[in-house]
């Protein structure tokens, strides 16, 4: 079981350390404060929804869908379920319950049934739109020994 080896950071530093420097690509953390902001955008009977923005780099900033159970007590902890949307997808799309769209076809709205089920879920944005646009990034990115997950990673973190 990880972790369960009373030496297990220190037994997997140098693999961890192989992972980011070449294989993702290991960027900074934030340099600056995230300074959230939020912007209600759809409620249901069981949960509400939130567009959330974070800043992580001057310039750079990440962006989801934040869903919430309702009737959680303040300061309550619970599992929060990253929903992922792929390419050309948005974060709307891992909320869609409108049976009749394409997204819904896909994803079947897992971001909204999950918080029916009181998870918390987050549907982070992800870099693949546009086309080929983001592989220009990617291929900017690995010239520097860098990935597009690096950059994600950071967003996420």
């Avoid at 080896?5 to 404060?33: C, E």
């Avoid at 955008?41 to 780099?57: G, H, N, P, Q, S």
């Avoid at 220009?136 to 690096?150: C, D, I, M, N, S």
Wanted: charged share 25%.
């Amino acid at each position: 079981k990880p972790g369960a080896h009373k030496d297990w950071q220190k037994i997997t530093a140098a693999k961890r350390d192989y992972f980011w420097r070449n294989l993702v690509g290991r960027y900074p953390m934030a340099s600056i404060k995230a300074n959230p902001r939020t912007r209600f955008i759809r409620e249901t009977d069981k949960w509400r929804a939130y567009e959330v923005v974070l800043d992580v780099f001057p310039d750079v900033f990440s962006w989801g869908i934040l869903v919430l159970p309702k009737g959680m007590k303040p300061n309550e902890r619970r599992p929060v379920v990253v929903c992922q949307h792929g390419l050309e997808g948005t974060p709307f799309d891992a909320l869609e319950t409108k049976k009749t769209t394409g997204a819904w076809r896909v994803y079947r709205g897992f971001a909204a049934d999950l918080a029916d089920h009181g998870f918390i879920t987050f549907a982070p944005h992800n870099f693949y739109r546009g086309g080929d646009h983001f592989r220009l990034l990617q291929r900017k990115a690995q010239a520097v020994k860098k990935t597009l997950f690096g950059i994600t990673t950071i967003q996420h973190g």
